[in-house]
C-alpha cells in the first residue's frame, strides 16, 4: 500500500490564481480531511468527507472547495490564491469502523505571492 | 466541544535524560487521545494512541504517555532522550466513536542537546 499520497509536494502561485492539491488512499479509507498547518498554530481542519459523494466544512473553510466523487480520491481547490493560504497543508484519511487513527500524507507546502 | 492544551512550546533536554511533554485536553465526551510526530520537513507519524483500554500507553521508539481522566490529561514521557527524538511533538484529541474530527495542539518543539 502506497498510503496517503499528495502531489505536489511545493508550490508557488501567484495571488489570484487557481490551483488543486491532489490526496489519493489507497485503504479504502471512507474518511478523508483536509489541514493546514501553520507556525504556532497546529493543525487545523480545512474540510472533510465521510464518504463519497460527502462533504463538509471545518474549522477554516474560507477560501477552499473540495469534491469527492470517488472513495480514493479527495482533492483540494484554491478558487483565487491568497497570500494567507501561504500554509503547510496536509491530507488524512481513516476507516472510522476499524479505529480513530488517521494516517497523514507528506504534505505539499505552498507559497502564495 | 472539544480541546487541547500543550503546556510548553518549546522544551530542551541533554541527550539519556528523561523527557516529559505535557498535554491537557478538554471534550464532552469520552475522548480518544493521539500523540503524534513531525520531524523537519516530513509528515505527521503516530506515536501512540489511547482509546478506551489501558491508562498507561506504550507508543513507538521507547515513548508512553498515561491518560489521567482526573486531571485531563495525557502527558508524553520517554526515560532517556535520543538525538532522533528532536521533533515537533502533537497532542491530538477526538471524540471516541462520534465525530471523526480532530483537535491539535500547537505542538511542543523537543531539542535534544549532547
Known amino acids: 500500500n502506497a498510503g496517503v499520497t499528495q502531489t505536489p509536494k511545493f508550490q508557488v502561485l501567484k495571488t489570484g490564481q487557481s490551483m488543486t492539491l491532489q490526496c489519493a488512499q489507497d485503504?479504502?479509507?471512507?474518511?478523508m480531511s483536509w489541514y493546514r498547518q501553520d507556525p504556532g498554530m497546529g493543525l487545523r481542519l480545512i474540510h472533510y468527507?465521510?464518504?463519497?459523494?460527502?462533504?463538509d466544512q471545518g474549522e477554516v473553510p474560507n477560501g477552499y472547495n473540495v469534491s469527492r466523487s470517488t472513495t480514493e480520491d479527495f482533492p483540494l481547490r484554491l478558487l483565487s490564491a491568497a497570500p494567507s493560504q501561504t500554509s503547510v497543508y496536509f491530507c488524512?484519511?481513516?476507516?472510522?469502523?476499524?479505529?480513530?487513527?488517521?494516517?497523514f500524507g507528506p504534505g505539499t507546502r505552498l507559497t502564495v505571492l | 466541544a472539544q480541546s487541547v492544551t500543550q503546556l510548553d512550546s518549546h522544551v530542551s533536554v541533554s541527550e539519556g535524560t528523561p523527557v516529559l511533554l505535557r498535554c491537557n485536553y478538554s471534550?464532552?465526551?469520552?475522548?480518544?487521545l493521539f500523540w503524534y510526530v513531525q520531524h523537519p520537513n516530513k509528515g505527521l507519524q503516530l506515536l501512540l494512541k489511547?482509546?478506551?483500554?489501558?491508562?498507561l500507553v506504550k507508543g513507538i521508539n521507547g515513548f508512553e504517555a498515561e491518560f489521567k481522566k482526573s486531571e485531563t490529561s495525557f502527558h508524553l514521557t520517554k526515560p532517556s532522550a535520543h538525538m532522533s527524538d528532536a521533533a515537533e511533538y502533537f497532542c491530538?484529541?477526538?471524540?471516541?466513536?462520534?465525530?471523526?474530527?480532530?483537535?491539535f495542539g500547537t505542538g511542543t518543539q523537543l531539542k535534544v542537546e549532547l
Open positions: 488524512a484519511s481513516k476507516n472510522p469502523l476499524a479505529s480513530d487513527t488517521q494516517y
Open positions: 491530538v484529541v477526538s471524540n471516541r466513536g462520534g465525530g471523526n474530527k480532530l483537535t
Open positions: 471534550s464532552s465526551y469520552s475522548p480518544s
Open positions: 485503504m479504502n479509507h471512507e474518511y
Open positions: 468527507s465521510v464518504g463519497a459523494g460527502i462533504t
Open positions: 489511547y482509546t478506551s483500554a489501558a491508562t
